[in-house]
T-cell receptor, first 111, second 114 residues
Framework: EDQVTQSPEALRLQEGESSSLNCSYTVSGLRGLFWYRQDPGKGPEFLFTLYSAGEEKEKERLKATLTKKESFLHITAPKPEDSATYLCAVLSNTGFQKLVFGTGTRLLVSP | EAQVTQNPRYLITVTGKKLTVTCSQNMNHEYMSWYRQDPGLGLRQIYYSMNVEVTDKGDVPEGYKVSRKEKRNFPLILESPSPNQTSLYFC?????????????FGQGTRLTVV
């Protein structure tokens, strides 16, 4: 069974204090790993897709990386507007088109 | 504007009273799906559809039905809602039927069953 574990559950940073969020996964074969951002009361918003180990993608202060067992979302010099819940999801090679999500990391960036 | 639209946004209903949550996308996407989000459990997939008239169960399909008669619409039906279906529901769509492209989510429907 595909599994996704995100850590930490919650993270509090000062503005400008860089850090990383972790997404560990267990799948029979990875077809894609996705990062989403979710603000309170809203639907998740797409950030990145990673398809193979070694791949990296960047967007503003965010950088996502992928290994065979985990993905990291690095946040460089965060701002208060980066406060949100960050979700990781995987799509596997089981033959079914099912996304499996982790429970997310709640990030709070204080000014 | 590209979007996924769910209705209603909020719904309070009584046990056993059939309800439908509508979902519509304007991006001509192949893949659509429904999720429920519960504290501590994250987003769990209920049903998905790779094309018109093609639907399949996700991880938590019990108590739900779906249909895909048109490409743009993917309603979620609760024939006899129960309190354990109280949750926040999201509809999503993505371009590829393989689901390996970004998903666009609706605004969510907060359902309370009393």
């Amino acid at each position: 069974e595909d599994q996704v574990t995100q850590s930490p559950e919650a993270l509090r940073l000062q503005e400008g204090e860089s850090s990383s969020l972790n997404c560990s996964y267990t799948v029979s074969g990875l077809r894609g790993l996705f990062w989403y951002r979710q603000d309170p009361g809203k639907g998740p918003e797409f950030l990145f897709t990673l398809y193979s180990a070694g791949e990296e993608k960047e967007k503003e202060r965010l950088k996502a990386t992928l290994t065979k067992k985990e993905s990291f979302l690095h946040i460089t010099a965060p701002k208060p507007e980066d406060s949100a819940t960050y979700l990781c999801a995987v799509l596997s090679n089981t033959g079914f088109q099912k996304l499996v999500f982790g429970t997310g990391t709640r990030l709070l960036v204080s000014p | 504007e590209a979007q996924v639209t769910q209705n209603p946004r909020y719904l309070i209903t009584v046990t056993g009273k059939k309800l439908t949550v509508t979902c519509s996308q304007n991006m001509n996407h192949e893949y659509m799906s429904w999720y429920r989000q519960d504290p501590g459990l994250g987003l769990r997939q209920i049903y998905y559809s790779m094309n018109v008239e093609v639907t399949d169960k996700g991880d938590v399909p019990e108590g739900y039905k779906v249909s895909r008669k048109e490409k743009r619409n993917f309603p979620l039906i609760l024939e006899s809602p129960s309190p354990n279906q109280t949750s926040l529901y999201f509809c999503a769509s993505s371009l590829s039927k393989a689901a390996n492209t970004e998903a666009f989510f609706g605004q969510g429907t907060r359902l309370t069953v009393v």
